[in-house]
């Protein structure tokens, strides 16, 4: 069994940064694909990023595009968003997904674990 818990968030400005963290248990997470969804108010869960079970392979939104990176540290049991240029319609709360096909997930229904959720706020 897979336990997710995203930490990192918090309040920013506009244009600021933030880093997001996933810590994962589990003696099998390196070899779970990984991704990072968002859900501001009133707004249904969007897919944000997501990366192999390697890390050789990522993909995102275009609404993140150029501005979010995703990484993971399989030794560490860590995943992890970095989230550059912030805007304000990146408010929202960001949850961490996991699932043992170690291949791309790019779709909520294709994640079998997911944390609790973390809330980032950007200030206009």
């Not at 003696?27 to 108010?41: L, N, T, V």
């Not at 150029?66 to 993971?72: L, V």
């Not at 992890?80 to 699932?99: F, G, I, R």
């Amino acid at each position: 069994q897979v336990q997710l818990v995203e930490s990192g968030g918090g309040l920013v400005q506009t244009g600021g940064s933030l880093r997001l963290s996933c810590a994962a248990s589990g003696r099998a997470f390196s070899s779970y694909a990984q991704g990072w969804f968002r859900q501001a108010p009133g707004k249904e869960r969007e897919f944000v990023a997501a990366i192999n079970w390697s890390g050789g392979i990522t993909s995102y939104a275009d609404s993140v595009k150029g501005r979010f990176t995703i990484s993971r540290d399989n030794a560490n049991n860590m995943l992890y968003l970095q989230m550059n240029s912030l805007k304000p319609e990146d408010t929202a709360v960001y949850y961490c997904a996991a699932d043992p096909r170690g291949g791309i997930r790019l779709r909520e229904y294709e994640y079998n674990h997911w944390g609790q959720g973390t809330q980032v706020i950007v200030s206009s």
